[in-house]
């Protein structure tokens, strides 16, 4: 597994929104890295708080777009976050 610090104020050209989550500012940052792609997913929508979404290695070699498998992933911890958020969950 590789790590790496992704600062998204430093790279915001590396970062994009992703749509389908209602204009609620889902951003995804793309790194790529020693031949490697990597993506983190987070959201600031709630009450100043970042909730990170995804981290992952993007293993697909061909095509852009993030893996279905993945969306859902994103989607369900939103939905998570927004839940956490309405009980005031940190």
């Known amino acids: 597994m590789h790590y790496m610090w992704l600062n998204p104020v430093a790279s915001m050209e590396d970062a994009k929104v992703l749509r389908g ?40 070699k061909s095509g852009r777009q993030t893996p279905g498998r993945d969306i859902e992933l994103v989607k369900q911890r939103f939905r998570e976050a927004e839940q956490m958020a309405r009980e005031g969950q940190q």
Not at 32 to 45: M, S
């Open 21 to 60: 989550f209602g204009g609620a500012g889902v951003l995804e940052v793309i790194k790529d890295y020693r031949g490697d792609t990597f993506r983190a997913v987070y959201t600031l929508k709630y009450s100043g708080r970042v909730y990170v979404l995804h981290a992952f290695q993007k293993k697909s």
